[in-house]
T-cell receptor, first 113, second 119 residues
Framework: AQSVTQPDIHITVSEGASLELRCNYSYGATPYLFWYVQSPGQGLQLLLKYFSGDTLVQGIKGFEAEFKRSQSSFNLRKPSVHWSDAAEYFCAVGMDSSYKLIFGSGTRLLVRP | DTGVSQDPRHKITKRGQNVTFRCDPISEHNRLYWYRQTLGQGPEFLTYFQNEAQLEKSRLLSDRFSAERPKGSFSTLEIQRTEQGDSAMYLC?????????????????FGPGTRLTVT
């Protein structure tokens, strides 16, 4: 069955440090992959997406992600975290012709001053 | 465009009551999705519409749930005889009709959600 796994429930980093959030997917066909961010009281905001082509994709707010087919991974990275990045991050895969999204369970990012 | 809006933002109801939520998508978006998110989990797909046609329903959508999009614009999600297990955040998202020629058409834009509490 198709699924998305985010192995880290919580991650704490210091402001200014680099960040990597892990995402692994299970999907038989070419995946369409997304990262969303959710702040308290806010809806989900799309950070970036991958459909094909260059496996390193750039998104908003200085985030990037790398698609690695051999590892079934799509990890999110940011070179220098800001306190405003504290939020919950969700990885998702787009399914079949419906393009409905299957989400991981999320990773909550805490930023130390 | 102001984005996807949902109403109400919060709803508290007693077990056994019926509730209805509304979603207004981005105006030119003809695809609309409903998801449900429980505490500590990612959103789970419930159903989606292409214009006014409901094309797929998840097994999560029991017969107490019904969704409509009568004119291909706003959508409503009704839950009859609510149960405590229905307590969740109900999210709506919209997109253009997907097409690989323009990958922006695959982007779903989410509303702020309706938080339902069943007491």
């Amino acid at each position: 069955a198709q699924s998305v796994t985010q192995p880290d429930i919580h991650i704490t980093v210091s402001e200014g440090a680099s960040l990597e959030l892990r995402c692994n997917y299970s999907y038989g066909a070419t995946p369409y992959l997304f990262w969303y961010v959710q702040s308290p009281g806010q809806g989900l905001q799309l950070l970036l997406k991958y459909f094909s082509g260059d496996t390193l994709v750039q998104g908003i707010k200085g985030f990037e992600a790398e698609f690695k087919r051999s590892q079934s991974s799509f990890n999110l990275r940011k070179p220098s975290v800001h306190w405003s990045d504290a939020a919950e991050y969700f990885c998702a895969v787009g399914m079949d012709s419906s393009y409905k999204l299957i989400f991981g369970s999320g990773t909550r990012l805490l930023v130390r001053p | 465009d102001t984005g996807v809006s949902q109403d109400p933002r919060h709803k508290i109801t007693k077990r056994g009551q019926n509730v209805t939520f509304r979603c207004d998508p981005i105006s030119e978006h003809n695809r609309l999705y409903w998801y449900r998110q429980t505490l500590g989990q990612g959103p789970e797909f419930l159903t989606y519409f292409q214009n006014e046609a409901q094309l797929e329903k998840s097994r999560l959508l029991s017969d107490r749930f019904s969704a409509e999009r009568p004119k291909g614009s706003f959508s409503t999600l009704e839950i009859q005889r609510t149960e405590q297990g229905d307590s969740a955040m109900y999210l709506c998202a919209s997109s253009l009709t997907p097409g690989l020629a323009d990958t922006r058409r695959l982007e779903q834009y989410f509303g702020p959600g309706t938080r339902l509490t069943v007491t």
